[in-house]
């Protein structure tokens, strides 16, 4: 009577199975794919080098390595920003009105480009906030654009944070074709 008993071998997507013929001599049959071989026995290097190069890459391409290897850094235990490390809303409004108005005094407004267009001017935003040391503070951009039809607009929003550490500024903006409305979220954190 032949025994069979399936065993996957380590780094290998292959499953052999071995059992033993009426002498006692074991044999073992099944077909590995880590062998690169297709159902016409031609090699496929291709598929092995994806394999190992997708071990080694993340989903946007760029080598694990270089994206686990962040510098670590000790606790300061602040539990409060400093003095110059406040959030500063009326000095980041103001960064948000140059903002909206350096990129919207031209534009008409377009319902296909104004996604893209406030995507782009909420990364402006965010990038410039940062610029200004905010580096303790999580920022986060919300930018709205619409059309000027005659109508009416409320925007709000809720926040969970600590009203002594964390604050936020808006800038509106207006001209003939569009409105766009740019709120920034500073969110201290340790």
């Not at 740019?182 to 954190?189: I, K, L, P, R, S």
Request: glycine residues 6%; charged residues 25%.
């Amino acid at each position: 009577m032949s025994e069979r008993r399936p065993s996957v071998s380590s780094r290998r997507s292959s499953i052999q199975i071995e059992s033993k013929d009426s002498q006692g001599i074991v044999v073992q049959t099944g077909a590995s794919s880590a062998d690169d071989t297709d159902s016409h026995g031609k090699g496929r290097p291709g598929i092995a080098a994806f394999r190992r190069f997708s071990r080694r890459t993340s989903i946007m391409g760029f080598p694990r390595s270089i994206l686990r290897n962040k510098p670590k850094l000790e606790n300061t235990y602040r539990m409060n920003p400093e003095g110059s490390q406040r959030f500063n809303a009326s000095r980041v409004e103001k960064m948000l009105q140059s903002v909206l108005s350096s990129n919207l005094d031209d534009k008409v407004y377009d319902p296909k480009t104004a996604t893209s267009l406030a995507a782009n001017i909420a990364d402006m935003a965010k990038h410039q906030a940062k610029i200004m040391g905010y580096e303790r503070h999580k920022i986060v951009t919300h930018v709205v654009i619409g059309n000027i039809t005659n109508q009416g607009i409320e925007i709000c929003s809720r926040c969970l944070w600590d009203a002594r550490n964390d604050d936020h500024a808006s800038a509106f903006y207006k001209n003939s074709s569009l409105f766009a409305v740019a709120t920034a979220y500073g969110v201290y954190f340790e």
